[in-house]
């Protein structure tokens, strides 16, 4: 399946697009059906106030980031640190028009960066143009690495629009060079399904997760909707349907 042809049909199945459908079948059964119309209308409420309120997003947050803990001193022995991409800030005015890493993808680089520093173990980045664009998402976090934080870039993957294929093609370049042990680095709530196809590629893993969702209001503001909390809600969702995914496709 195209990456064009899933991403088309995960945008049905995520916030806030997942609410129109059934908003669309409440509108028709207004009048045929009043009562099912304000049944699908309360489900349909209670739904999206779950994806918008900090408390519940959190928690489900937590579920996913919790199963690979952060890394701390000392540092387990690798051979590579492979960073993830994570999408592309398009035509930057900033930067003269140029592309460069996304905000999710910013805090995956400078995790590396750190490691690098820590560990003086070679990195290889990894990630194609899965939303279009002349340059991969590897070549601008090389770039970024390179030029801004001052950290060389052994290996560049530019090939991958999935996870799973950054697996599979970084497996293919880091394996006939003896590399078998990597730090790999991506989002914590990411984190779950990479480890998974990654180390069914033939790595061992040392998982390394970055962009920890830590709760930032308390009280009774947790229980408050919040954009903030709706559109991290499509993240652990999108995760919940990658894990189940990859799961169908590869059951052993």
């Known amino acids: ?62 579920q996913l980031e919790h199963r690979h803990a952060a890394l701390h001193e000392p540092l387990p022995a690798a051979d590579a640190i492979v960073i993830l991409g994570g999408g592309s800030y398009f035509n930057a005015p900033e930067y003269g028009g140029a592309n460069t890493v996304s905000e999710a993808a910013l805090p995956r680089v400078l995790y590396g960066a750190h490691l690098y520093r820590a560990t003086n173990t070679p990195i290889l980045v990894t990630g194609g143009t899965p939303s279009g664009g002349q340059s991969s998402e590897a070549a601008q976090m090389r770039d970024v690495l390179t030029q801004d934080f001052l950290i060389p870039v052994r290996w560049l993957e530019e090939h991958s629009n999935t996870t799973l294929e950054n697996a599979r093609n970084s497996y293919a370049m880091l394996h006939p060079l003896g590399i078998h042990k990597i730090y790999l680095v991506t989002s914590a709530s990411h984190m779950s399904r990479a480890a998974q196809v990654f180390a069914q590629a033939g790595f061992e893993v040392v998982a390394a997760p970055t962009a920890f969702n830590t709760p930032d209001i308390f009280g009774v503001m947790r229980f408050v909707p919040r954009a903030k909390s709706l559109y991290a809600s499509k993240f652990f969702i999108h995760e919940l349907i990658g894990l189940a995914w990859y799961r169908i496709k590869s059951p052993t």
């Open 1 to 62: 399946m195209s990456f064009f042809l899933t991403n088309f049909i995960a945008a049905f199945l995520l916030p806030p697009l997942c609410f129109l459908p059934l908003l669309a079948v409440a509108i028709f059964y207004c009048k045929r059906r009043p009562r099912a119309a304000r049944i699908i209308l309360i489900i349909t409420t209670a739904l999206l106030y779950l994806a918008a309120t900090p408390f519940f997003v959190d928690a489900a947050l937590a």
